[in-house]
Structures are given as structure tokens and as C-alpha cells.
């Protein structure tokens, strides 16, 4: 069967877009996880599509990722065919009315550069968010008062069965990390941004700024996943945290940030079993402090896209 699939990949990709047994570690920011099966890189929509009902024909899972920034794959690795839309799927097209079409796989911060350089504002907020366009569409990212929701006009989704549809984005639902597009089999093609007229200097010069403050702020010279928790209402993650006094709190190579409380980091030989047994004691004992349960903001992928361990049972019991 194995055999099998690997021709029929080899028919739809060159050699280079396929990997096979590919430690997810060198896919995520935080740099730990298992072998994947397969990995794939497409560069066109068609080659999606191919691969997508080549594996529902033989009765392969697969997942889509982006620049993995926001993922932590379990250390048992994944058992099917990763889809990673990056570098080869990061076409990005200037049009004259202010808008900006781009692939999923284009970087927030080459797309954020690109319309600097133009003189288009709206974009700024996104500049150090280390993560691909797709994957900032399916939970709305945001920083600094800014988010996704702003800007994006409509984009183009396909689903299980390769058919392409465009979603408003009134469609999409956007809310605080969040999107319709969550648990859904729909993967993001490309998005058509609005931005409006701005002075490229300014513009350059308020991303500069912004980069700063998160270099003053993150630890940005460690392994993490960005913020690790969802912003519980009407308080902030980062402080129920420190005032629990998990600030440091280690787990193995897993720590919470000495820097900034809501990002859980590897300090350079983390495996995912401790980092997700970090965050599983973070949630417990803010839980136990304060009665308030914090939400994972990344995602988890196991061997089987089961989701999150343990914190997804107690949730299914509330």
C-alpha cells in the first residue's frame, strides 16, 4: 500500500516536493515532533487537489500546514501525508486598487514588507507574526490592536473533494482567534487583502517600532509557538500565570518564559511529551488558583489528528 501511494505521489510532484519519514521538528517553531510519513510541498492548486483525492482514494489522512509556527506535533510523529504550503505556495500579486492577492504559503512578514514597499498600510500589526497567511485567515490573527479581520476581503477555500469557492469576509466569521474555517475540511488557497494608501516611510517605520517592542517583550531567541493560550475574558493569560507563580516553571527542556509568562518555550532539547505536559499543568493549576481554564491557542496533531490530550477529555466532560 505504501509503495503504492509513493507512485502515485511521484506522478503528481517532482521528486524534491517529496519526503518521506520527515521529522516534523524541522517543521514547527518549536522544533520538536515525530516522523511524518510523507511530507509534500505543492506549488499549485491543481497539485493540491491531486493529492487530496489520491488520499481519500486510498484512505490516507493527510494535514495542511503552513510555516508550522503555531503547531506542536506530538513525538510519535504522523501517520499520513503532511500538505505544507510555504515557500512553494507563496505567490504574491500587487494589484491597482489597493488590494493584494496572495497565496496561503506567503509569510506574514515578506507580505507585510511587500506592501510597505508599495506605500499600502494595514498590514503593519502583521509584520512579526511568524506565521503564513493561511494559518493567520483560519484564527484571525492579530498583534498591537490589529488583526486579519481588518483587511482581508474574501478567499479562496477548497474543500475535501477539490472543489474551489470563495468565502466574503463576512463568511468567515472572524472573531477573536477564530474562524467558521476551524473544523473545517477546507483548505485556504489564497486571500485578497484590502490595504489603503499609506506613506511607504511611515509605514516602514511603525513596523520597526512594532518589531521592537516584541524583541523587548518575547523570547524571541527561543524555541516557541508564539502566545501558547487564548486571552480568557475580561483578564490576560501571561498574568494569571505569573501570579500563579509558574513563572520559569519547568518541564523537563519545556519551560514557561522568564520574558513573557503566556509563551511556553524549548529551551533547545524539549521532546512534545514534556512541552504538553507543561501546558497540561499550566492550565490545571491556573484552573485551581483563579477557577479560570485557560484555552490553547496552538494546535496539536498526534499519529491520527485525534486532538489535544487529556485537555480535550476534560473539556468533553464540562
Keep these: 500500500m505504501e509503495d503504492i501511494f509513493i507512485q502515485e505521489l511521484s506522478k503528481i510532484l517532482r521528486p524534491e516536493q517529496i519526503r518521506l519519514k520527515e521529522a516534523m521538528k524541522n517543521h514547527t517553531s518549536f522544533h520538536t515532533g515525530g516522523e511524518a510519513d510523507v511530507l509534500a510541498t505543492p506549488s499549485t492548486a491543481d497539485e493540491v487537489r491531486a493529492l487530496i483525492l489520491l488520499c481519500r482514494r486510498m484512505g490516507k489522512q493527510y494535514y495542511v500546514i503552513g510555516n508550522g509556527s503555531n ?173 500563579a507563580g509558574l513563572k520559569g516553571y519547568q518541564v523537563g527542556g519545556a519551560a514557561v518564559s522568564d520574558k513573557h509568562c503566556g509563551f511556553i518555550i524549548n529551551n533547545g532539547n524539549a521532546t512534545s511529551g514534556e512541552l504538553i505536559k507543561l501546558i497540561e499543568d499550566v492550565i490545571r493549576i491556573v484552573e485551581e488558583k483563579f477557577c479560570v481554564r485557560l484555552e490553547p491557542e496552538i494546535k496539536y496533531l498526534d499519529e491520527f489528528n485525534s486532538g489535544w490530550p487529556k485537555h480535550k477529555e476534560r473539556q468533553d466532560r464540562i
Design 71 to 243: 503547531l506542536l506535533v506530538d513525538d510519535n510523529g504522523f501517520r499520513g501525508l503532511i500538505i505544507k504550503l510555504s515557500g512553494n505556495f507563496s505567490q504574491v500579486k500587487v494589484n491597482e486598487d489597493c488590494t493584494i492577492t496572495a497565496q496561503a504559503g506567503v509569510s506574514l512578514a515578506r507580505l507585510a514588507n511587500i506592501a510597505a514597499e508599495h506605500g499600502l498600510a494595514g498590514l503593519e500589526f502583521a509584520s512579526g507574526i511568524p506565521g503564513t497567511l493561511g494559518g493567520a485567515v483560519v484564527m484571525n490573527a492579530g498583534a498591537y490592536g490589529g488583526e486579519m479581520k481588518q483587511c482581508i476581503e474574501y478567499v479562496s477555500v477548497m474543500d475535501e473533494e477539490g472543489n474551489i469557492s470563495t468565502l466574503s469576509n463576512e463568511k468567515l466569521k472572524l472573531g477573536y482567534r477564530t474562524s467558521i474555517l476551524q473544523g473545517k475540511d477546507l483548505i485556504i488557497l489564497e486571500a485578497v487583502l484590502r490595504l489603503v494608501r499609506g506613506d511607504k516611510e511611515v509605514i516602514l517605520a511603525r513596523m520597526k517600532e512594532l518589531n521592537m517592542q516584541r524583541s523587548m517583550k518575547q523570547p524571541l531567541d527561543r524555541y516557541s509557538a508564539g502566545s501558547t493560550f487564548k486571552r480568557p475574558p475580561d483578564n490576560y493569560a501571561s498574568k494569571l500565570i505569573q501570579e
